[in-house]
């Protein structure tokens, strides 16, 4: 059966100056426009293809990636609203996903960054947004191993930290200390279970702990020192948003591994930055 929201992979039944049909099972014949079919394309091919609604609430076709699917979290820029029916989301498509004032949560304006819950309606078979994200949230006992890494998507900040949905399913709670750096809410990014707790929640990190944690970290530096000559401008004095955006990882995680590395004679300090030892430089020739 074809899924409104998500990703399919369909038959060609047809062509037409439109574009091609595809087997859409009880929705009928889907229509994927010319221009968005891949070269070559003809009747028999199967297609990976995500289904929603035109402008005329059609089912149609296309093969572009949307930024969000349904049952996902995601933060999304509010193109336009309109008042009396709510937001219009932009989410990679050309038609926008509609947010409604009923699914509102707090006041939201055109440029805005809304998080949302994206899911199909079960009265008119649309897919809709929503802000009222606890609903769409598992709070049963998460069966998750610690250190195990999932999909974050930041859903609020809270005095604490970050709270984050995992896995477009679970809450989890991202500790100010664990973060290392300023998150924003919608943003997406990697994590990792530090803790399971009693009531269903998630304690979370953005590093794997211990010593799993440095070693692909420490030779992934290593790798990089050798694709730039042997140096590298980081070091253990540099700032945390330096070391996330070039290696995504915690300043902690980053010191630990430079500390590993230096304690194997495998790199020096030479502020501002490291450099290969020289055995290093030679093996890596």
């Not at 994927?32 to 990976?48: F, I, K, S, Y």
């Not at 402008?55 to 990636?65: F, M, N, Q």
């Not at 477009?168 to 290392?180: D, I, N, P, V």
Request: charged share 25%; hydrophobic share 35%; aromatic share 8%.
């Amino acid at each position: 059966m074809a899924d409104i929201g998500r990703r399919n992979k369909l038959v060609v039944t047809g062509s037409s100056a439109h574009g091609f049909y595809l087997d859409g099972g009880e929705h009928g014949e889907i229509l994927l426009p010319g221009q968005l079919a891949p070269p070559g394309t003809r009747e028999g091919d199967v297609l990976d293809v995500f289904l929603y609604f035109d402008s005329e609430d059609r089912p149609v076709a296309t093969t572009r990636k949307p930024l969000v699917m349904a049952g996902e979290f995601a933060g999304l820029e509010v193109a336009d609203y309109q008042p009396g029916m709510g937001a219009w989301l932009y989410w990679g498509l050309d038609k926008d996903l509609l947010l409604p004032i009923r699914e509102q949560a707090g006041h939201i304006e055109p440029g805005d960054v809304a998080v949302v819950y994206v899911y199909v309606d079960e009265r008119s078979g649309r897919l809709v947004a929503t802000m009222r994200l606890d609903r769409h949230l598992d709070y049963d006992p998460a069966h998750y191993a610690q250190g195990e890494c999932v999909d974050l998507v930041i859903t609020a900040e809270t005095p604490l930290g970050y709270k984050a949905a995992v896995n477009h399913r679970h809450s989890g709670l991202l500790y100010r200390a664990e973060a290392g750096v300023a998150l924003s809410p919608g943003q997406k990014l990697k994590g990792y279970v530090k803790e399971l707790r009693p009531d269903g929640k998630l304690d979370l990190c953005l590093d794997p702990s211990g010593y799993g944690r440095v070693k692909p970290l420490a030779l992934l530096i290593i790798d990089t020192l050798r694709e730039q000559g042997g140096e590298l401008s980081l070091d253990d004095k540099s700032s945390p948003e330096e070391v996330r955006e070039r290696f995504g990882v915690s300043k902690k995680a980053f010191k630990q591994a430079l500390g590993a590395l230096y304690r194997d004679r495998l790199i020096l300090f030479e502020p501002p930055g490291v450099k290969l030892a020289p055995r290093e430089r030679s093996a890596g020739r």
